[in-house]
């Protein structure tokens, strides 16, 4: 029986094109600069984000935290969500390895953030207070449904920002979802920011890597930062390769995991005991009724029988994740197992 891993869109093994890539990929010592496969696919995602450069990093989490470093000084204050990546999960990064300072500001159910809010958090020309540099803004949001912020939003945002004189980072872990999700070209949801991270591990299947793209001087600053992190990388086109693939067939696609992910909530939502969130791309969040006796955790376990692993968010709640390697069986398949469990 294949396993059907709804854990999350990071589990996606490479495809064969990309494993092909990988094997046949042209190298060089990328801190020289002179990694062919690395400096196509730097200008690939430039390209595709519609700015000057980009840069190859390992991770989301060292793109978000280079970004920051590139724009910010010791003690200057980044305003961003409570329910951000950056903020949860990425361990402080910036406050602790970069003297950043961030502001929080509450993430409203669709991941955006009050303008009113930013407006208020942004500082004063006083010697008392730390100095506003940046806006940070995640798209799609992970913790928020996965909503995807539009271009509107973005640009009002923007309005906020030049007014005050304030950067703009999108943590775009999954850009490409929210571009499939809204039906517009990914330069629309970027344009008005001055740094955007991608991630080539989630949706688009490969195996490792994340690009930050920005502006020539941007992307100067970002490779030292990335170098003083250990992020400078010999031969990397080894796993660029495979990001080239990512890029050049992965991206369309997304809105078939798109489909799946709402299939799957409208499955679940027939279900008396299940709760569903509303579903925008490939992330679905869904709960237990107050009836159940099981457990998050138990219910997981039974999953697990059933050949399907899944994250449990809290006692009573889960998240579930589509990907390139969940098909229409392996949507069934849980619809069915979650039937057979809570009934
Ligand atoms: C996964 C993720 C990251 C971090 O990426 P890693 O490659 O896991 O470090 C950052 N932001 C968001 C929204 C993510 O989902």
Known sequence: MNIVDLRSDTVT???PAMWDAMAHAEVGDDVYGEDPTVNKLEAMAAERMGKEAALFVVSGTMGNLVALLAHCQRGDEAIIGDKSHTFLYEQGGMAALGGIMPHTVPNQMEGTLCLSDVRDAIRGDDEHFPRTRLICLENTHNAC????LTPWYMGRVAEVAREHGLKIHVDGARIFNAAAALGVDVRELVKDADSVMFCLSKGLCAPVGSMLCGSHEFIKEARRARKVLGGGMRQAGVIAAAGVVALEQMTERLVEDHARAKRLA???AELPTVVVEPVF????YFR???????TAAEVAERLREYGILIGPRSARSFRAVTHYWIDDEGVERMIEAMREILS
């Open 13 to 15: 093994k490479p495809t």
């Open 145 to 148: 449904n996965g909503a995807p």
């Open 266 to 268: 409208e499955g679940l």
């Open 281 to 284: 791309t490939n992330i679905l």
């Open 288 to 294: 237990l009724a107050p009836e159940v006796t099981l």
